[in-house]
């Protein structure tokens, strides 16, 4: 395999300049995004937020920059919609350092609180059997294959709906949602930083890693699955926290979402 330095656009990405970082193959045609400074209202960016493939990629593309991401340090994303919120710029990028202020558990907490005061006593129906009371995140699954393998199989599936390819300077796909700047879940919350710590907790709990993102959806893989009722029912309450709109406007309830992801290798978020 071939062992090629970062070329200078993407050495961009790095606060160190992409130091002693490798690619295994010479990137498509592409170029850097730049987070539009009227959408942030931060001013110019010191960096760019990612790099963008000009044509769609595949899955095996997708998996050899997977697979290379130790030595290159750029975690691959494929993204839907590629001219918004991409090619614009309508990105607002982070520091990945800040996800260590928040936890999964806190998150779904203060989610449940502010939500279960707003609704109806007979809304509560959908989030039983905890009803009002935050049941907190899940056990972890047990793994029942290789984290990378299932995100190359997910990678795989979703790469023939024709998308480009991102590359995001992060030490995992939930630190690349903060540093790339997606704002997919800006309904639901509008700083991205705590809800990459859900993510980041995913990845240790339940082998997620991050696959895809579009305008307004994540697709995770998922190598340890909830492959029992009672335990899907639990993660079905941290993906309601995390996503309200995939249980309320999917199934219309826990038990029924519950149904729909137990054992699944892959989780897919929308918010309206």
């Known amino acids: 395999m071939s062992d090629l330095r970062l070329p200078r656009e993407l050495c961009r990405l790095f606060a160190d300049g992409g130091r002693g970082r490798r690619l295994p193959?010479?990137?498509?045609?592409?170029?850097?995004?730049?987070?539009?400074?009227?959408?942030?209202?931060?001013?110019?960016?010191?960096?760019?937020?990612?790099?963008?493939?000009?044509?769609?990629?595949?899955?095996?593309?997708?998996?050899?920059?997977?697979?290379?991401?130790?030595?290159?340090?750029?975690?691959?994303?494929?993204?839907?919609?590629?001219?918004?919120?991409?090619?614009?710029?309508?990105?607002?990028?982070?520091?990945?350092?800040?996800?260590?202020?928040?936890?999964?558990?806190?998150?779904?907490?203060?989610?449940?609180?502010?939500?279960?005061?707003?609704?109806?006593?007979?809304?509560?129906?959908e989030l039983e059997p905890y009803g009002a009371i935050c049941p907190g995140p899940a056990a972890p699954g047990v793994p029942r294959a290789d984290p990378g393998a299932v995100a190359d199989w997910l990678a795989g599936e979703?790469?023939?709906?024709?998308?480009?390819?991102?590359?995001?300077?992060?030490?995992?796909?939930?630190?690349?949602?903060?540093?790339?700047?997606?704002?997919?879940?800006?309904?639901?919350?509008?700083?991205?930083?705590?809800?990459?710590?859900?993510?980041?907790?995913?990845?240790?709990?339940?082998?997620?890693?991050?696959v895809s993102v579009g305008f307004n959806t994540l697709d995770l893989s998922v190598s340890a699955p909830p492959v029992d009722p009672e335990h899907a029912l639990h993660v079905a309450a941290e993906h309601w926290a995390f996503c309200p709109d995939n249980v309320v406007q999917g199934p219309g309830d826990l038990q029924a979402y519950a149904e729909q992801i137990i054992g699944g290798y892959a989780w897919s978020f929308w918010w309206d």
């Open 25 to 125: 193959v010479a990137l498509p045609p592409g170029e850097v995004v730049w987070p539009d400074p009227s959408y942030t209202g931060q001013g110019e960016a010191e960096r760019p937020a990612f790099w963008m493939s000009d044509e769609p990629a595949s899955g095996e593309d997708w998996t050899r920059l997977r697979e290379w991401h130790e030595h290159s340090g750029l975690w691959p994303i494929l993204l839907d919609e590629s001219t918004q919120p991409w090619a614009v710029g309508q990105v607002v990028p982070d520091d990945p350092r800040q996800i260590h202020h928040f936890t999964a558990e806190g998150f779904m907490t203060e989610v449940w609180q502010e939500f279960v005061t707003q609704m109806p006593q007979d809304a509560l129906e």
């Open 158 to 210: 979703l790469a023939p709906k024709g998308m480009p390819l991102g590359l995001v300077a992060a030490r995992s796909g939930a630190d690349a949602l903060t540093v790339m700047g997606w704002q997919g879940a800006l309904h639901h919350n509008e700083w991205m930083v705590p809800m990459a710590a859900v993510v980041r907790s995913w990845e240790d709990r339940f082998g997620a890693r991050v």
